[in-house]
């Protein structure tokens, strides 16, 4: 039971960065803008949260810096490729190789030093159901926001008038435009969400993950954020659905190599990626629904022709 | 120029001296126009003539360089879409402003100013619909819709905005000859209710139907102002083009015997959820035979241009036979090889690359097919660069294209001087059989008449031309045979002399997105 659920608890500790990465990468995308900048916003992110953390000893002064420093990024990437209409492709990889950089240089002096873990936050009563009551309801703070970021998404993205307005801008930017809704505007919003987003990611591996810095600790995880986003066919339900498998296969294999089943260990580092494509793919199938929720504009650069 | 700060109180619309320039390119010199409520005016000209540019000035999503605009007599700047709304203008688009995967309530939704909810719309525009003669479904998504589906949506936007003066642009183009109709009863009754119509339109007989007033522009100029019903079509022709538009002849060769191109029973299944699928197309095209295919886009064409031209292969070698021969898994060059020549609809990005010269888009085109002629032997092929140029010199005087320097880019041509370089292309080649998609789509009318002699010359020198297109016109003025192709499904040719406008009409499918219980009363 114990195990269990500690196990079941570092399951959502693995998925939480991948989650509110892929979250806002996908509000980004939906608005028609491929930032591949994710990586860079998250290890940026990552290294502020903690060296604003150690300065100041407070953790939510330190996560809410990395999220500053996730839109700082972001702010950047969306001057080059919304106003100066760079390539977003090329801007978004020389972002993350500049996240990647800079976040080494700033955490030159803090690395191997020990930080401070975020606390719990527990919810009374909730939190005493059997199995899942301390799962979901005795979490740090950037827990909560996460899992409330899928259902926020959602319900803005389908159920609000801007949400609509956003969807309709990743469709057709030109269009929008002649209907005369913001389209630089609205991308510039979100772009910066993502960026937050990234950002809060990157406070969690810091903070909560692996309390300490170490250089390019994002590891990899801004790139499955992007896939997951791609996997999922743009819809929140669904990246929830890949992040949690993917920490779920990640966390798993690593108990396998622990006991040692004699399957290579190559095989099974490789196993949480393999899976969760799979998965996606599979649910992912009804080529319909995947072509009307992709957003046909993505990529793009708009200049209105006044 | 003269300045005054009030226009005409008893214009609704009053356009003093437009100019727009485009860098060195007066795309609009000095327009002056004047709608007056409950009126339908015409806005007349060819495709270039600034037509397009006027109106997005009008609607606030082009700035003007100079000239002013009254609204209801006082002067005003209309800077974005949003204002133009606010005034009261409500614009349609030629090319739609549909998002695809929305549905049809979200689009009308993202339209309306006010905060309304999205049942709400839905409900508004069911009922909108039902009074307008619009039939729609709110819910549909876009992607499903036809495209005289799709501009019902956008008109049922436009009006749910309530406004005073909408303009359409080129409503007609994509619609049967019966949602033709049905939109003329449609913009009567907005005209009866006190609104006003700014029609665009380069169709000279609907103009003369249903316009009060006309208002010509050619080549960003104002060359006429008038009352349509008291002109002839020449004579509104000669204000649109500037002169006499030579006249297509068509004596009718004689028809031969041999079956050139051939389709069997041919089916083939949608590549994307948003293509259509061909289901069991037949098609024999004879010696000296135009079968024009008409249809309203959307229905099959490019699929139906693809397997015949091989870009698309099916499984059974059969399906098609170009000269007796199956060629049904057969690529572009091998059928190339066999005589045949294809002209696809897009001029740029698919039946040319716009930043290579025009030389180099020939040999590209033919490289196989004239292997001899433009390559030298050996495992590099090297281009002969002289033999290429001679050719290109060659279609160009051939097909009259007017174009700057010796050998430009095809992005530095107008739309018809290219269109004209590319059907001269396989011309050139003397092609026994000829496949061409929407020819003279976006071209000038005096290319047009020149592509369409082209066609019924070949024809009468005893090749087999399958014309496909949208144009009816087009179609009855070039083909000897005529079929209809509706949702991937062909029907029979029939000679072209036996056609009519109705017949093809109900053959398109009548009035998309109705009752077909009630097109079979039509029919009747």
């Not at chain 1, 005493?128 to 740090?140: A, C, H, R, T, W």
């Not at chain 2, 495709?47 to 397009?52: P, V, Y």
Request: hydrophobic share 45%.
């Amino acid at each position: 039971m114990e195990l269990t659920e500690a196990i079941l608890f570092t399951i959502t500790t693995a998925a939480t960065p991948l989650l509110l990465a892929a979250i806002g990468e996908l509000v980004v995308e939906r608005s028609g803008v491929l930032n591949l900048g994710v990586e860079g916003m998250i290890v940026m992110g990552a290294v502020v949260a903690f060296v604003a953390t150690e300065l100041s000893g407070s953790v939510y002064l330190g996560a809410f810096s990395g999220v500053l420093a996730g839109c700082a990024l972001a702010l950047l990437f969306a001057f080059m490729t919304l106003t100066l209409v760079t390539n977003q492709v090329a801007t978004g990889l020389a972002l993350t190789i500049l996240g990647l950089g800079v976040s080494g240089m700033i955490g030159e002096n803090f690395v191997g030093q020990p930080g401070i873990k975020m606390d719990t936050i527990t919810i009374p009563v909730l939190s005493s159901i059997p199995l899942i009551g301390k799962l979901l309801f005795d979490q740090d703070l950037i827990f909560y926001i996460s899992i409330f970021s899928v259902f926020g998404v959602s319900w803005f993205l389908f159920r609000t008038r801007a949400g609509l307005k956003l969807r309709a801008i990743g469709d057709s930017h030109g269009s929008a435009h002649a209907l005369g809704i913001t389209v630089i505007r609205t991308r510039y919003l979100a772009v910066l969400f993502g960026g937050a987003c990234a950002g809060l990611a990157g406070a969690q591996l810091s903070l909560v993950y692996t309390p300490q810095w170490v250089e390019n600790m994002s590891a990899g995880r801004g790139w499955i954020a992007l896939a997951l986003v791609v996997f999922a066919s743009w819809r929140p339900l669904r990246v929830l659905a890949g992040a949690y498998l993917f920490g779920a296969v990640t966390i798993g294999q690593l108990h396998a190599q622990a006991l040692g089943f004699g399957i290579p260990s190559q095989f099974l580092s490789a196993l949480p990626y393999l899976a969760t494509i799979v998965v996606l793919v599979i649910i992912s199938r009804n080529k319909r629904l995947t072509l009307m929720n992709t957003p046909a504009s993505l990529g793009q650069s708009f200049v209105p022709d006044r | 120029m003269s300045h005054h700060d009030t226009g005409d109180e008893s214009c609704l619309l009053e356009v003093r001296g437009l100019t727009k320039m485009f860098g060195e390119l007066r795309a609009n010199d000095g327009i002056d126009l004047e709608i007056r409520s409950s009126e339908i005016h015409a806005l007349l000209g060819e495709n270039g003539a600034g037509k397009s540019t006027l109106v997005k000035m009008l609607f606030g999503s082009l700035e003007p360089t100079a000239g002013q605009i009254f609204w209801k007599g006082k002067s005003v700047q209309i800077t974005s879409p949003g204002q133009a709304r606010a005034l009261g203008i409500g614009m349609v688009f030629q090319h739609f402003s549909l998002f695809e995967a929305l549905t049809v309530a979200e689009n009308i939704a993202l339209s309306m100013d006010q905060d309304v909810t999205i049942e709400g719309i839905s409900e508004r525009a069911a009922v909108l619909s039902h009074e307008y003669g619009l039939p729609l479904d709110p819910n549909a998504h876009v992607a499903d819709l036809s495209v005289g589906e799709r501009q019902r949506i956008e008109i049922v936007r436009t009006l749910l905005q309530n406004p005073e003066l909408i303009i359409l642009d080129e409503p007609t183009s994509v619609l049967t000859p019966q949602e033709a109709d049905k939109l003329f009863e449609t913009l009567e009754k907005i005209r009866s209710e006190g609104r006003s119509v700014l029609y665009i339109s380069h169709r000279l007989e609907e103009v003369q139907r249903i316009c009060d007033r006309a208002t010509v522009l050619r080549h960003g100029k104002l060359t006429g102002d008038c009352d349509p019903r008291a002109e002839t079509p020449a004579s509104l022709a000669r204000m649109m083009v500037g002169s006499d538009v030579k006249s297509v002849s068509n004596t009718g060769g004689k028809i031969g015997e041999k079956i050139l191109l051939e389709a069997n029973d041919l089916s083939a299944p949608a590549r994307t959820p948003f293509a259509v699928a061909l289901e069991n197309i037949n098609l024999s095209v004879r010696q000296g035979e135009i079968i024009g295919i008409a249809g309203v886009a959307g229905n099959g064409q490019s699929e139906l241009f693809d397997v015949l031209s091989g870009e698309e292969r099916i499984a059974r070698d059969d399906g098609v036979k170009i000269n007796g021969t199956p060629v049904g898994r057969m690529g572009i060059s091998a059928r190339r090889l066999l005589g045949a020549g294809f002209v696809p609809e897009e001029r740029h990005g698919h039946a040319a690359v716009s930043e290579m010269t025009l030389s180099d888009n020939m040999v590209l085109a033919r490289h196989r097919s004239d292997a001899s002629a433009f390559l030298s032997g050996g495992p590099l092929k090297v281009i002969r660069h002289g033999a290429v140029l001679q050719a290109s010199k060659r279609i160009i005087e051939e097909m009259d294209v007017r174009k700057s320097g010796e050998d430009p880019e095809a992005s530095s041509l107008s739309g018809g001087n290219l269109q004209k370089f590319i059907v001269g292309r396989e011309l050139d080649r003397q092609p026994t059989v000829l496949v061409v998609n929407q020819p003279t789509w976006g071209v000038d009318a005096g290319a047009a008449s020149r592509i369409r002699q082209a066609l019924i010359d070949l024809a009468e020198q005893g090749s087999a031309v399958v014309v496909i297109s949208q144009d009816l016109d087009e179609i009855f003025e070039v083909a000897t045979s005529i079929a209809v192709i509706n949702e991937g499904a062909l029907s029979a040719a029939e000679p072209a002399t036996d056609m009519t406008l109705e017949r093809i009409g109900l053959l398109m499918g009548g009035i998309h997105g109705e009752e077909p219980a009630r097109e079979e009363a039509h029919a009747h």
